[in-house]
């Protein structure tokens, strides 16, 4: 019981008003205190001023009938996804999740137009999160792309510095040390791990899970402390950069991931453990969110959310890079493309990725981590307090930049959310003259129409976690 004391209308008093006191003379020597006349609106203006003036004329969105207004204020949901449209529409509802919702995992907005508890429609609505990448790509020295490129997917920041420097390197013609490429697949890898661990934590607590938010959190941690030891932040690093990468692994590394794998997969066990038989958790995931192969080809979806469909596409098998060839791993599979067999995919994907990581371990080679072109990449140190060619050389790369030859460039590689592409063109300058990405989150988030549409309400935020989507990798 609170202490206030409560009020009633008895014990308010009815404040009185005295009655308006005469206006007092007025001097009408002092100009300032001359009665002025008010103008009052609408007066004198001509008819045309009225009209544009009166009230509600101005109103943005007036009463019409045209499509596109009715799309503006959220009365109608337009897709591409067709259904059959046979209810009155008086049955209907339109209602927004987001972009203010958690559950999105970004600002992403969905329109939906239900039918009681089933979804009919439903229409992303994304650019609240609109950076202008591409275009500020154009601003930058090749050499200060990966810096903002390892913004967009901030989950797996390894694998756009690595799509940005490869296609630099293309142009340029540059070939890496094996050691720096083998770096790049351990980095690469050990952020795929990393992407996942977050994915189990926040799809977990999507569905109901509580538990599992604090348990991948956990894992995870170990993967992002060697990220710190070894770039010196926990992501957006700037670490692979065109020609190499930024620095040699820390002493000990090899101790230190046999530790992250040790507590990495006894976590997995337990996540295992804790979801593989759990009613409620197989209730809410099996036939939920199903998307077939043909939808996958269809909206162009990549990376887990394709093979849990069947779809068996990976970069690193059809299109090898950094010599991935040389690695021997699988690419898991699903059967039935529902919320469940993404979840099965990305875990057995965490531990191909220690399979590949052990390889690195294993066959590292010794040598350079960065290309021995002088044109890219910078003296070293100690040269820099020898030589005063080398001091200019080392003041003009990084003030400049190196020019790439004119021409244009495509590369792609897998990313934790799917294939991650950069379509780079060149001029001949120190910058790039266009830069597009190929973001796979954008495609996933484009057929989430296909997911949804005639499923329940219920099942939309499992669904819709599932997918994985990083809203910096749609709004670029």
Same mark, same amino acid.
């Given at each position: 019981?609170?202490?206030?004391?409560?009020?009633?209308s008895?014990?308010l008093?009815?404040?009185?008003?005295? /009655?308006?006191?005469?206006?007092?003379?007025?001097?009408?020597?002092?100009?300032?205190?001359?009665?002025? &006349?008010?103008?009052? /609106?609408g007066? &004198? +203006?001509?008819?045309? $001023?009225?009209?544009?003036?009166d009230?509600?004329?101005?109103?943005?969105?007036?009463?019409t009938?045209?499509?596109?207004?009715e799309i *503006?204020r959220?009365?109608?949901?337009?897709d591409?996804?067709l259904?059959d449209?046979?209810?009155?529409?008086?049955?209907?509802?339109i209602? %927004?999740?987001?972009?203010?919702?958690?559950?999105?995992?970004g600002?992403?907005?969905? *329109?939906?137009?239900? &039918?009681?508890?089933?979804?009919?429609?439903?229409?992303?609505?994304?650019?609240?999160?609109h950076?202008?990448?591409?275009?500020t790509?154009?601003?930058?020295?090749?050499? *200060?792309?990966?810096t903002?490129?390892?913004?967009?997917?901030?989950?797996?920041?390894?694998?756009?510095?690595?799509?940005f420097?490869?296609?630099?390197?293309?142009?340029?013609?540059v070939?890496?040390?094996?050691?720096?490429?083998?770096?790049?697949?351990l980095?690469?890898?050990? %952020?795929?791990?990393?992407?996942?661990?977050l994915?189990?934590?926040? *799809?977990?607590?999507?569905?109901?899970?509580l538990?599992?938010?604090?348990?991948?959190?956990?894992?995870?941690?170990?993967?992002?402390?060697f990220?710190?030891?070894?770039?010196?932040?926990? =992501?957006n690093?700037?670490?692979?950069?065109?020609?190499?990468?930024?620095?040699?692994?820390?002493d000990?590394w090899?101790?230190?991931l046999?530790?992250?794998?040790?507590?990495?997969?006894a976590g997995?066990?337990?996540?295992?453990?804790?979801?593989? +038989?759990?009613?409620? !958790?197989l209730?809410?995931?099996?036939?939920v969110?199903?998307?077939?192969?043909?939808?996958?080809?269809a909206?162009?979806?990549?990376?887990?959310n394709?093979?849990?469909?069947?779809v068996?596409?990976?970069?690193?098998?059809?299109?090898?890079?950094?010599?991935?060839?040389?690695?021997?791993?699988?690419?898991?599979?699903?059967k039935?493309g529902d919320?469940?067999?993404?979840?099965?995919?990305?875990?057995?994907?965490i531990?191909?990725?220690f399979?590949?990581?052990?390889?690195?371990?294993a066959?590292?080679?010794?040598?350079?981590?960065?290309?021995?072109?002088?044109?890219?990449?910078?003296?070293?140190?100690q040269r820099?307090?020898e030589?005063?060619?080398?001091?200019?050389?080392? !003041?003009?790369?990084?003030?400049?930049? !190196?020019?790439?030859?004119?021409?244009?460039?495509?590369?792609? $590689?897998?990313?934790?959310?799917?294939?991650?592409?950069?379509?780079?063109?060149?001029?001949?300058?120190?910058?790039p003259?266009?830069?597009?990405?190929?973001?796979?989150?954008?495609a996933?988030?484009? /057929?989430?129409?296909? =997911?949804l549409?005639?499923?329940?309400?219920?099942d939309?935020?499992?669904?819709?976690?599932?997918?994985?989507? $990083?809203?910096?990798?749609?709004?670029?």
């Open positions: 019981m609170s202490d206030t004391p409560q009020l009633t008895g014990d008093e009815t404040p009185t008003i005295d /009655a308006p006191q005469e206006a007092p003379n007025r001097d009408a020597a002092d100009p300032r205190r001359e009665v002025h &006349e008010v103008w009052v /609106a007066t &004198e +203006e001509p008819e045309w $001023v009225k009209s544009a003036t009230e509600q004329a101005q109103e943005l969105l007036p009463d009938d045209e499509p596109a207004l *503006q959220g009365t109608v949901v337009t591409d996804y259904d449209d046979t209810v009155d529409p008086e049955e209907r509802q209602i %927004n999740l987001g972009p203010q919702h958690p559950s999105t995992h600002v992403l907005r969905l *329109q939906m137009e239900l &039918e009681g508890e089933t979804i009919r429609r439903v229409k992303p609505i994304i650019g609240y999160l950076t202008g990448m591409e275009k790509a154009e601003t930058l020295a090749y050499m *200060q792309g990966s903002n490129v390892t913004r967009m997917d901030y989950l797996s920041p390894f694998h756009n510095e690595l799509c420097s490869l296609a630099v390197e293309q142009l340029l013609g070939e890496m040390p094996p050691r720096a490429d083998a770096i790049r697949v980095m690469s890898e050990l %952020n795929r791990i990393s992407s996942h661990l994915w189990l934590a926040t *799809q977990g607590m999507d569905i109901g899970a538990s599992m938010m604090i348990y991948g959190w956990r894992e995870r941690e170990a993967v992002l402390a990220f710190e030891k070894t770039t010196g932040l926990r =992501m690093h700037n670490y692979i950069r065109p020609g190499g990468v930024a620095a040699d692994l820390p000990g090899e101790e230190d046999e530790q992250i794998q040790a507590t990495v997969l997995v066990a337990e996540f295992e453990e804790l979801l593989n +038989e759990n009613p409620i !958790f209730d809410r995931t099996q036939g969110g199903v998307i077939t192969p043909a939808e996958i080809r909206y162009g979806v990549t990376g887990p394709a093979r849990a469909s069947g068996a596409y990976d970069v690193r098998k059809a299109f090898p890079y950094s010599g991935y060839e040389r690695y021997e791993f699988d690419v898991p599979v699903g039935h919320v469940f067999d993404r979840y099965l995919v990305r875990v057995e994907e531990r191909q990725s399979g590949i990581v052990n390889q690195v371990i066959t590292m080679p010794s040598g350079d981590y960065r290309t021995d072109d002088r044109k890219v990449t910078p003296p070293p140190r820099i307090d030589s005063m060619e080398a001091l200019i050389h080392h !003041f003009k790369i990084f003030t400049e930049g !190196f020019k790439a030859p004119a021409g244009e460039i495509w590369q792609s $590689v897998e990313s934790a959310r799917g294939e991650l592409g950069m379509y780079l063109v060149s001029d001949g300058t120190a910058k003259f266009r830069l597009h990405v190929r973001g796979p989150s954008f996933h988030v484009q /057929a989430l129409p296909a =997911m549409t005639d499923s329940l309400i219920a939309m935020i499992a669904t819709l976690a599932s997918t994985d989507p $990083v809203l910096g990798d749609v709004d670029r």
